[in-house]
Structures are given as C-alpha cells and as structure tokens.
C-alpha cells in the first residue's frame, strides 16, 4: 500500500509504503500523482519512506517504478529515500549514481531532516 504523505510544498512528492506495495498502488496512486506534478513543475522532489511495516514489492511494483523514473529521467531532483532496511539503505547507496537527480538516504528516525533536505 501506498500513503501519500501529506502538507509537503506541490513540487514534493511524499510517500510512505506499507505492507507489500503492488502494481496497482503505482498506477493508481503514485504515477498520476508525479505525473501530474511534473507538468506543474518540470523537476519534482520526491520523499520515498519504507517504514518497519514495509514488507517488500510485487514485481509489477518493481516494474512500475523503474518505469516511472526512466520516462521522466530529467524530472527528479532531489530523492530522500528513508528507510531502516539495510537492503534499501545499501542498494540506494551502490546504485544511486544511476538514479537522476540528487539521491539521499536517511533513517527513519531522522525522516524530518529528510523532509528538511528534500524541500530545501
């Protein structure tokens, strides 16, 4: 499931996935979102939190977030991933020089500095 995460500036898209994240949750909640906020603002921010009840991805998921950031590869600007998962954690640092825009990774006890850091 996906929680849009609310009171963030329009150029910011925040979200909290929880439990296992599905094709669906992409198609139907975070791909218009973003893709409605870059036609507002060409480059976007984007607040990605896997919290302790986030427990992993249906393939569709996996693939429709590789699209999502491959269509609109110009897009993104700074991207907080926020997570306590060493395998988020890690494969975000090993692969974030591949990733378009500015890449971060914080804990999640620290997700107000990310809020900070991804707005600023």
Do not use: Q
């Not at 692969?95 to 890449?103: A, Q, R, Y």
């Amino acid at each position: 499931m996906i929680e849009i995460i609310k009171n963030l500036p329009d150029n910011v898209v925040g979200f909290t996935a929880k439990g296992k994240v599905t094709g669906e949750d992409y198609e139907s909640v975070l791909i218009p979102l973003v893709e409605k906020k870059i036609k507002d603002h060409g480059k976007i921010n984007l607040l990605y939190h896997l919290g302790s009840d986030f427990s992993g991805y249906e393939a569709s998921a996996m693939w429709d977030d590789a699209k999502v950031g491959l269509m609109h590869l110009t897009a993104w600007h700074h991207i907080a991933v926020v997570s306590d998962l060493d395998w988020v954690r890690n494969s975000t640092k090993i692969f974030s020089f591949m990733m378009p825009g500015h890449v971060k990774v914080f804990a999640c006890a620290d997700i107000e500095e990310a809020k900070e850091w991804v707005t600023g």
